[in-house]
Every structure is written in structure tokens, then in C-alpha cells.
DNA sequence: CTGAAAGCGCTAACAA
DNA sequence: TTGTTAGCGCTTTCAG
């Protein structure tokens, strides 16, 4: 029995071009055991004696033998890798998340993998069709991929969710919600309520929005914050006010806000103060600010969403997301419903974003008044 | 045969905890043709009339198969992975590799993977013991779970070299050198002596450094080039004026800059200027600058090194690395690699740091008078 | 064009 | 404590 594993041995000698690493097989028959009992020395620990034990542990050492993840991965029907799926990989905000997840996999022998639209072409905020296979999404779900799913700011329609749920996987929402799912995510139309309110309180007349044109569920929060507040203060919501970016494939992104901001600065009468849906937003209207020759704040207030470490330095007023924290709950929830069988019950925990104030709302805060001022977290 | 795949169905209806997908048996069952014959269809394509082709696909969509991941890669010997290793994951200037690489990734059908140290405390540049078999590093060549690997700021060893090589695996580095790999690397010393030969030109007379304790290879270098530039001004490189930062699990952080300019800046005689290792880094020093009441660039000019989107926004002067062209073309050759069975002749190609004047040197740039400017890259 | 069957490397009952 | 053996789900010769 023992001899057609041989055979690739001799393979190899045959095909050096093609790589074959030892087996469990290679390691039984040097240790002289049968190959569960090598299974066992490198999982259970238990019920093996410490002489067998360590004849095994010798083999191994000698040939240099690691299991192989997918043929464990195939046996133990897991895989011990979560996913994460995002509209973009490398992104500010998805950046501070990822700082999380990873500090909650602190040794926990997970590994990680990330999940994103191929084509930078594609509307990436929009749901990819779920009939298609081949899509970052279908590729996450796919059986024998991972053991759980963090969507991060995927915006799901229930077509979707019942494709997640069918797959019976661990998931959970980062920057989004649904009845079905275990969710961390900032409640978004408090904070486009907040920084409305704060640009009315400066005595700002004319206040515009920058939102994004799809409409995922954080812009449209946030947007609807802002026409709260406006309407609180008897103001009416003017279409002419508000522009969408529809920047691919991130309308969150610099160029989306600068492209929006152009297209605000191009109408009668001009915004004297805006509300950006994301800090790369509002970053964009700056530059956009500046090349119209107005200045900010005195010629235009900016307030942006997100509070990122390049929004300190460039003094943006925001709301402030607990990106990090997210990512770590997040990734303990997942963790906890993977480990367990049953399904405890959902619930959806939302933060509050909190108003930081700066520069670019016509405010001189008394701590930042030299900026650029940095705080000094952990990486 | 197939009686006994049909088993695991009888299963589930005993323990519907456990989820069971579908697979390749149940669809050949039901399109009554062989295993053989779907998988045929689901790779080849060939070699299969279009009729029994059609009661396949009809089968499988409506029993919503998915072909399991693990299964695949066990049975192919490769899995359509490549895995990235870096010191951290979420950090400015990896995010700009990712950048890259991702864009190399675009409709390749291949996943990513991210390892990075779990252990926050672990010092993370230095080499992980070879020997362990449960780091990160590790983790990322075992058999079965990657076929290439992409080795970002990570220093190498010669043993670690041999356990690369031992893999027979496809490995590329970024932001780093070793004479047995394919490398992209900006050339740090060049850049070190291009910073420091900057500040001798705007004539400052004490010009200090922040580097990493640790001594990793970049840093290394860039204060190589720090040292040359000082001598070939005939000065001397006075330890005074260098400090290292030993912050973890990142040294290259906005924290170690701050921590070693805290330190430079309680030494006799003050820097004037200081070269970091790092963009971020600088931050920090600005920040330390900052507390101890010194104007940049009036009483302190700093140089970094990246040119993160981040620098712009600060006015930092500083060293720009193609961070994302870096990681494309990284890509791209591994990709190539895991293709081309044989082994092309190993390249490493090396970029020229290019000096991106901006305020904190003390120089007013004619293009960014009115900070801060953004560039508009796509996302 | 299609099917039978032997793996891929490991795990986990079940027996001994 | 250890070995036998039947899978995990898919791919891939090799016949037919």
C-alpha cells in the first residue's frame, strides 16, 4: 500500500522540473507507523506515546515535512482562512479596518484572504449579478474557499443574502447592514446630521453635499443626515447644492470629490460650505477649492467623513469612524460564529461618529491650532 | 459508486448543522453522464458534445453547483493563489504595492493572500526563526496553500533563501534584494545621498538621521547614502546626529520617527535638518518638532522617504518610490514564473528615487505654493 | 465523445 | 496506543 505512494518518488526523478514535497506517507514509512498516527503527532497530541511521538517528529524534522493546506483543507472540510471582500483592496478606510481584522487574528492560526473586483472598470458598489460565477463575490463564496466572510461596505441585496445564507458560511458586515447578518458599522445619517448642523451652527448660508451617485446605504445616510438637518433648521434641500460623484471604480475616492466639487463650483449661486460623504472626498474638493481660487476655509468650509490619519494632518474637519474597532469586533464575531456550530442570535452594533473638529470648517480648535498635528496611535 | 457519494445527503437530513454543498457526484447523477464528463466541462471545455455539455451546465445550475476550492487545488497540485508577506499589512506604503499588485491581478482568476506577523510584539523585520513552523513566514510556503509568493520589505537570510528555494515555489520581492530572486526595489542609498545632498545644498549645517534599529536593508542603505553624500561634503557622520528607531512592530512608523526625533532633539547640538528613513517617520518628527516648539522648516527641515499620498497633503519634501508600479510589475513577473515551467534568468530591476521638493525643507515649490495640492491618481 | 478508476495528501472512525 | 480503511471532491490518464 505504502508502495504506489513511492511511485512519486520516482516521478520526480523522472520530472525534475515538477516539484513534489513530502508526504505523510514519505514520514510513516521512515518512522516506521502507520500514516494516522503521523496525523495524529501533528494534530491531537493526544494518544500517541512520547516515544512514537518523537520517532515521527525526528522523520519529519529529516524530511523536512509540512502538511500540505489543501489536502487538510479537503479532509477537515474547513480551511482556517476567513475572506474579506471589499469594494477596493487598497483604500484609507479600508486600510484602518484591515489593522483591526488582523490584530484580532493575532495568533489565532487563521490566514487571511482578500476579495476584490478584478476590473477597476466594474461599479463596484453596485451588487455584482449573483448569477455570475466568476465575480469576487461568487469567488468568496465558493465551497472549500474560507471559513467566513467579512464584507466590508458590500451592499447587499437580499438576492445576495440568501446566496450568502445558503452557503450556511460565517458572515459579517463591516460599514453595512442587513436583518440577516451580524453587523459593525457607524450610524451614518447621525453623522451627516452632525456635520450639517455643525456648519449651520458656524453660520454657514449655503451648504452643499457631496454624495455618491449609486446611492450605496453609507452615502444615502449620510445624505439624508444632511437634508435632516437642513430641514430642522427650516432650510429647503436644494438639488442645485448637492453634486454625486461617480468616480469608478471608488466614487468615495480624491478625484470623485474634486470631479463633484468642480461641477458644484460651475452653479449659481456657489456653496459657501460643503458636507463630503468620505475625507478622500473632501480632500478632492479641496484641490477643487483651490484651483478655483477660493480658499478654505474663509471662501468655503469643508467637512469631510471618516477621520483618517492624512485628515489630521491636512486639518479636514470630520466624523470620526472607529475603523479599527470595527474590524476587530467584526473579526471576533466571525471568529465566534465559526467556532460555533448553532447560530446565536444577530444583532447589528452601530457606533456613533463623533464630530472632530479642525481647520477647514472656519473653526481654529485650540488643540491643532499649529498643524499639522498627528496622534500617536498604534500600528 | 455513485450509491455511495449519496450518502453524505442522507447525512445532512441527520445532522443539518453540518452544511454539505453539492457536488460534482450530484450533478452526474442528475445529468446522468459521468464525474469524468462535468469536470471535462467545468475546465477543459473541449472534447464534450454541446448536447451532453448542455445537461450538464442545466444540472448544475439547477442544483447550484460550485466546484470546492480545496478539492480542486488538491487534485490540480496548484491553487490559483499568491500570497504577499510583509511586515504589516495595513501601512501607507504597502497600500500602494497592493495597489499594484491588485491592478496586476485584474481578470488573472487568481486570489491574494496576506500574511503578516500576528504577534503585534514581535520585531517584525528581523527574520522569523527559519526553524518555526508556525509563523507567518512559514505559514505562507506550505505546501498546498500558494503558488507564488510576494516578498514585500521582507530581509532575507541565506537560510531563509534555501527554504525558499527549497519550495521550488515562484517568489518575487519588492523592496528588497537577494541575488537568487527576482527583485523591484528603488535604490535606497541613492536616495539617501540625494535627500542629504539636498539638505547640504540649502545649506543647513547640522543634518541628522532617523533610521531603524534593527538595520534592515532599506534603511540601511538610505543612511549609507546619508553618510556619503556627508562625507564627499567633507563633514563628519556624527552619531549625535542619528537615532534609531526601534518602535514596534513597525520602526519605519510615524511613532519611531517621533520617538527618535525626541531623542535627537534632547541631544547637544540640535539637528537643523533631519533625513527619515520614512515618510512616516517624518510625520512623527514633525510632530515631535511641533511639541517642542520648533517651526518647520524654519528651525527644522525634514526629508522623508515614500512620497505617500499623505506627504503631499503635509508638504513633506521627500524621496518618491513607484510603490504601485512596483507591485504590478512584482506581480507580473511572478505571474509569469508560475507559468513558465522552466526558470528564466533571474533580474533585479532597481528604480531611481526621485526627489519631490515640497515646504518642510525649507523651500517654497512653485507648483504647491498654495498647500495642500493633491494629485489626482486613479484609484 | 464518454466512462472507469486511480490518485492528490490528509483526517477520522472503527477495530484491534 | 496504534493501524486499517474509507472517505473529502475533484482531476486525469487510459480504455473504449
Same mark, same amino acid.
Given at each position: 500500500?505504502?508502495?504506489?505512494?513511492?511511485? !512519486?518518488?520516482?516521478?520526480?526523478?523522472?520530472?525534475?522540473?515538477?516539484?513534489?514535497?513530502?508526504?505523510?506517507?514519505?514520514?510513516?514509512? !521512515?518512522?516506521?507507523?502507520?500514516?494516522?498516527?503521523?496525523?495524529?503527532?501533528?494534530?491531537?497530541?493526544?494518544?500517541?506515546?512520547?516515544?512514537?511521538?518523537?520517532?515521527?517528529?525526528?522523520?519529519?524534522?529529516?524530511?523536512?515535512?509540512?502538511?500540505?493546506?489543501?489536502?487538510?483543507?479537503?479532509?477537515?472540510?474547513?480551511?482556517?482562512?476567513?475572506?474579506?471582500?471589499?469594494?477596493?483592496?487598497?483604500?484609507?478606510?479600508?486600510?484602518?479596518?484591515?489593522?483591526?481584522?488582523?490584530?484580532?487574528?493575532?495568533?489565532?492560526?487563521?490566514?487571511?484572504?482578500?476579495?476584490?473586483?478584478?476590473?477597476?472598470?466594474?461599479?463596484?458598489?453596485?451588487?455584482?449579478?449573483?448569477?455570475?460565477?466568476?465575480?469576487?463575490?461568487?469567488?468568496?463564496?465558493?465551497?472549500?474557499?474560507?471559513?467566513?466572510?467579512?464584507?466590508?461596505?458590500?451592499?447587499?441585496?437580499?438576492?445576495?443574502?440568501?446566496?450568502?445564507?445558503?452557503?450556511?458560511?460565517?458572515?459579517?458586515?463591516?460599514?453595512?447592514?442587513?436583518?440577516?447578518?451580524?453587523?459593525?458599522?457607524?450610524?451614518?445619517?447621525?453623522?451627516?446630521?452632525?456635520?450639517?448642523?455643525?456648519?449651520?451652527?458656524?453660520?454657514?448660508?449655503?451648504?452643499?453635499?457631496?454624495?455618491?451617485?449609486?446611492?450605496?446605504?453609507?452615502?444615502?445616510?449620510?445624505?439624508?443626515?444632511?437634508?435632516?438637518?437642513? !430641514?430642522?433648521?427650516?432650510?429647503?434641500?436644494?438639488?442645485?447644492?448637492?453634486?454625486?460623484?461617480?468616480?469608478?471604480?471608488?466614487?468615495?475616492?480624491?478625484?470623485?470629490?474634486?470631479?463633484?466639487?468642480?461641477?458644484?463650483?460651475?452653479?449659481?449661486?456657489?456653496?459657501?460650505?460643503?458636507?463630503?460623504?468620505?475625507?478622500?472626498?473632501?480632500?478632492?474638493?479641496?484641490?477643487?477649492?483651490?484651483?478655483?481660487?477660493? !480658499?478654505?476655509?474663509?471662501?468655503?468650509?469643508?467637512?469631510?467623513?471618516?477621520?483618517?490619519?492624512?485628515?489630521?494632518?491636512?486639518?479636514?474637519?470630520?466624523?470620526?469612524?472607529?475603523?479599527?474597532?470595527?474590524?476587530?469586533?467584526?473579526?471576533?464575531?466571525?471568529?465566534?460564529?465559526?467556532?460555533?456550530?448553532?447560530?446565536?442570535?444577530?444583532?447589528?452594533?452601530?457606533?456613533?461618529?463623533?464630530?472632530?473638529?479642525?481647520?477647514?470648517?472656519?473653526?481654529?480648535?485650540?488643540?491643532?491650532?499649529?498643524?499639522?498635528?498627528?496622534?500617536?496611535?498604534?500600528?
Amino acid at each position: 500500500m505504502l508502495a504506489c505512494k513511492r511511485l !512519486r518518488t520516482q516521478f520526480i526523478t523522472f520530472t525534475p522540473l515538477l516539484f513534489v514535497s513530502t508526504t505523510i506517507y514519505d514520514i510513516a514509512e !521512515r518512522a516506521d507507523v502507520s500514516t494516522a498516527t503521523v496525523s495524529r503527532v501533528f494534530n491531537d497530541e493526544s494518544g500517541v506515546s512520547e516515544d512514537t511521538r518523537q520517532h515521527v517528529l525526528d522523520a519529519a524534522a529529516a524530511l523536512n515535512y509540512r502538511p500540505h493546506a489543501s489536502a487538510q483543507n479537503l479532509a477537515r472540510q474547513h480551511t482556517n482562512q476567513i475572506a474579506v471582500v471589499a469594494p477596493v483592496v487598497a483604500n484609507y478606510f479600508y486600510m484602518h479596518v484591515m489593522r483591526g481584522i488582523q490584530h484580532a487574528l493575532a495568533d489565532r492560526d487563521m490566514d487571511l484572504m482578500v476579495h476584490a473586483p478584478a476590473n477597476p472598470q466594474d461599479r463596484i458598489h453596485e451588487q455584482p449579478d449573483p448569477k455570475s460565477l466568476n465575480t469576487y463575490m461568487a469567488r468568496a463564496l465558493q465551497p472549500g474557499r474560507n471559513d467566513g466572510i467579512l464584507l466590508l461596505s458590500m451592499p447587499l441585496t437580499d438576492e445576495w443574502a440568501d446566496r450568502l445564507a445558503e452557503t450556511s458560511r460565517a458572515v459579517v458586515l463591516v460599514d453595512g447592514e442587513h436583518p440577516r447578518f451580524e453587523s459593525f458599522a457607524v450610524d451614518s445619517r447621525e453623522g451627516g446630521y452632525k456635520a450639517t448642523q455643525h456648519l449651520i451652527d458656524r453660520g454657514y448660508e449655503r451648504i452643499g453635499h457631496i454624495t455618491v451617485e449609486y446611492d450605496p446605504p453609507p452615502a444615502r445616510y449620510r445624505r439624508e443626515g444632511y437634508e435632516q438637518a437642513l !430641514r430642522d433648521d427650516n432650510r429647503a434641500v436644494q438639488d442645485k447644492l448637492i453634486a454625486a460623484s461617480d468616480e469608478r471604480p471608488f466614487a468615495f475616492s480624491e478625484k470623485g470629490g474634486y470631479r463633484a466639487m468642480t461641477t458644484l463650483l460651475g452653479r449659481k449661486p456657489r456653496p459657501d460650505a460643503v458636507f463630503a460623504a468620505s475625507d478622500m472626498q473632501a480632500m478632492g474638493a479641496m484641490q477643487a477649492a483651490h484651483e478655483n481660487d477660493l !480658499r478654505v476655509p474663509e471662501d468655503l468650509a469643508i467637512v469631510g467623513f471618516d477621520d483618517l490619519e492624512l485628515s489630521r494632518c491636512a486639518g479636514l474637519t470630520t466624523l470620526r469612524q472607529p475603523a479599527r474597532t470595527m474590524g476587530t469586533r467584526a473579526t471576533r464575531t466571525l471568529l465566534r460564529r465559526i467556532e460555533a456550530a448553532g447560530a446565536p442570535p444577530v444583532s447589528s452594533t452601530v457606533f456613533s461618529p463623533e464630530l472632530v473638529v479642525r481647520r477647514t470648517c472656519g473653526e481654529r480648535p485650540e488643540s491643532e491650532a499649529a498643524s499639522p498635528g498627528f496622534v500617536l496611535r498604534d500600528q
